[in-house]
């Protein structure tokens, strides 16, 4: 028998794990936007102006660049690790 939402959609309808994770990442990417606005806000902003100076600007800049450099290798890190995984645990199987 299988699940079925208030709207009388399956759970396993493609539609709609398709919007759900499309949503997902949306919402993955808002923290991560977030979280490096926080990081960087603190670390470069001394005392906020009507104008932004050449030293805040650089820092936000480099701030940003590191932050994606290490999402993105924390990422593909995770990405191998699983595959390794995947690779042992079929390995087991056979």
Known sequence: MEASSPAGLSA????????IEV???KQRFQQLVHQMTEL???????????????????????CVERFIDT????L???EQTQKSKSAFSESLSD
């Open 40 to 62: 960087c806000w603190e670390k470069c902003m001394d005392k906020p102006g009507p104008k932004l100076d050449s030293r805040a600007e650089t820092c936000f800049v480099n």
């Open 23 to 25: 949503e997902t990442q």
């Open 12 to 19: 396993t309808d493609p539609q709609l794990q398709h919007f």
């Open 71 to 74: 999402s993105q290798f924390i």
């Open 76 to 78: 593909n890190r995770l």
